[in-house]
């Protein structure tokens, strides 16, 4: 235990009445909870194990109660019991489509599997299931939602609004948080969404106060285009990593695939309305292809036009293909099949409402 001086009292988490001091360090500092083994045993069988030991292993103690030293981070173990104790404070990690989730509240959702704080490990379990797609409808109508925010989006007066994808979710962090918690339904949209950001848009780097100069193949300067999405890549693990360039390249291979089987219009011309929407397909990296796909098929033309019926064979291929791209993700970037047992005893999960139209946080 740390000497008297270097401890702090966590003010709100500390009462008098207490039965047991919990100790825990962040950042050099020791933070000292005083609260209630009742308390704690109730909401976790952990906890309740904990205190209930024999007093053949002594504890130490602490201003006059029982004291243990949590290897947890203090900041961790502060948001675990905060919850525990101000249950509003669980309502504000619940809110629809908060984007820093996966940062903000990867430590207590770590803790809550740890300590089997069963309540609260259900609660944000269903929250990021909630807010990752796991259908094209779902992807779809996000997708809507971010391209209404990105034309909402008027230069703004502060630096830090200009990043429109801070009301967005981000896919690395996700990834990141769904590897640690075992969350692999959120993996399949997480991966995709991230198979569509440049790996030169580094969330960080281009948020701090000297952001890198982009430049094309030629070393050209990019202009970069507020709006443009950026992700945290540094989270992403080797594997992660790996899985990515899997997908990419999976990817790339399904567009050329609907180019080739879709074949030339009769016209036989390149400035042919077919041939140019099939040039869309072959972009390659950094594109959305379910969003090209999504344009070409809804490019319409006039029945009596000479390419009409080309066009119109490519357009329903690539609306039939969407479905079909969606449905290999897992494959294409190398994830766990999902499996909707596999969650052994959450049955009895929870189910947040639908995140539509809610409004986005932005903190
Ligand atoms: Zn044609």
Same mark, same amino acid.
């Given at each position: 235990?740390?000497?008297?001086?270097?401890?702090? +009292?966590?003010?709100?988490?500390?009462?008098?009445?207490?039965?047991?001091?919990? $100790?825990?360090?962040? /950042?050099?500092?020791?933070?000292?909870?005083?609260?209630?083994?009742?308390?704690?045993?109730?909401?976790?069988?952990?906890? /309740?194990?904990?205190?209930?030991?024999? %007093? /053949?292993?002594?504890?130490?103690?602490?201003?006059?109660?029982?004291? !243990?030293?949590?290897?947890?981070?203090?900041?961790?173990?502060?948001?675990?019991? +905060?919850?525990?104790?101000?249950?509003?404070?669980?309502? @504000? =990690?619940?809110?629809?489509?908060?984007?820093?989730?996966?940062? &903000?509240?990867?430590?207590?959702?770590?803790? %809550?599997?740890?300590?089997? !704080?069963?309540?609260?490990?259900?609660?944000?379990?269903?929250?990021?299931?909630?807010?990752?797609?796991?259908?094209?409808?779902?992807?779809? &109508?996000?997708?809507e939602?971010y391209d209404s925010l990105s034309e909402s989006t008027v230069?703004?007066?502060?630096?830090?609004?200009?990043?429109v994808?801070? +009301?967005?979710?981000?896919?690395? @962090? *996700?990834?990141?948080?769904?590897?640690? *918690?075992?969350?692999?339904?959120?993996?399949? *949209? /997480? $991966?995709?969404?991230? %198979?569509?950001?440049?790996?030169?848009? #580094?969330?960080?780097?281009?948020? @701090?106060? @000297?952001?890198?100069?982009?430049?094309?193949?030629?070393?050209?300067?990019?202009?970069? !285009?507020?709006g443009?999405?950026?992700?945290?890549?540094?989270?992403?693990?080797?594997?992660? =990593?790996?899985?990515?360039?899997?997908?990419?390249?999976?990817?790339?291979?399904?567009?050329?695939?609907?180019?080739?089987?879709?074949?030339?219009?009769?016209?036989?011309?390149?400035?042919? !309305?077919?041939?140019?929407?099939?040039?869309?397909?072959?972009?390659?990296?950094?594109?959305?292809?379910?969003?090209?796909?999504?344009?070409?098929?809804?490019?319409?033309?006039?029945?009596?036009?000479?390419?009409?019926?080309? =066009?119109? =064979?490519?357009?329903?291929?690539?609306?039939?293909?969407?479905?079909?791209?969606?449905?290999?993700?897992?494959?294409? $970037?190398?994830?766990? #099949?999902?499996? #909707?047992?596999?969650?052994?005893?959450?049955?009895?999960?929870? *189910?947040?409402?639908?995140?539509?139209?809610?409004?986005?946080?932005?903190?």
């Open positions: 235990m740390a000497a008297e001086h270097e401890i702090s +009292r966590q003010q709100d988490l500390y009462y008098a009445d207490g039965s047991v001091v919990l $100790f825990a360090a962040h /950042a050099g500092q020791t933070h000292a909870f005083k609260v209630h083994k009742s308390v704690l045993g109730s909401h976790s069988r952990v906890f /309740a194990d904990m205190f209930a030991l024999p %007093s /053949a292993t002594e504890l130490e103690t602490y201003d006059g109660v029982d004291s !243990v030293n949590m290897p947890d981070d203090a900041k961790d173990l502060e948001d675990l019991l +905060r919850a525990l104790y101000y249950p509003a404070t669980i309502l @504000s =990690m619940l809110e629809n489509r908060n984007p820093l989730a996966a940062m &903000k509240y990867r430590g207590i959702f770590m803790l %809550s599997q740890k300590y089997f !704080v069963r309540v609260l490990q259900k609660l944000l379990r269903a929250r990021f299931r909630a807010d990752w797609p796991s259908t094209l409808q779902e992807w779809d &109508k996000l997708m939602q230069p703004q007066h502060d630096a830090a609004s200009q990043f994808d801070n +009301r967005m979710l981000e896919p690395a @962090s *996700a990834i990141r948080l769904a590897r640690e *918690a075992n969350l692999p339904e959120i993996l399949p *949209a /997480a $991966f995709y969404m991230l %198979s569509t950001i440049s790996p030169f848009m #580094d969330f960080d780097s281009l948020r @701090s106060g @000297s952001p890198p100069t982009l430049t094309d193949s030629e070393g050209n300067v990019l202009v970069w !285009v507020p443009e999405r950026t992700a945290r890549w540094g989270l992403l693990t080797p594997s992660d =990593m790996m899985c990515l360039m899997r997908g990419k390249h999976y990817l790339t291979e399904f567009a050329q695939k609907i180019d080739q089987e879709a074949g030339r219009c009769l016209c036989d011309t390149n400035h042919c !309305v077919q041939y140019i929407n099939r040039r869309k397909l072959l972009k390659g990296p950094t594109q959305d292809l379910l969003r090209v796909l999504n344009e070409i098929g809804s490019t319409v033309t006039p029945a009596h036009y000479s390419c009409h019926d080309a =066009m119109h =064979m490519l357009a329903s291929r690539c609306i039939e293909a969407r479905s079909r791209l969606w449905e290999n993700f897992c494959y294409y $970037f190398g994830l766990p #099949d999902i499996d #909707d047992d596999q969650n052994d005893d959450d049955s009895d999960d929870v *189910a947040l409402g639908d995140p539509e139209g809610a409004e986005f946080r932005n903190e």
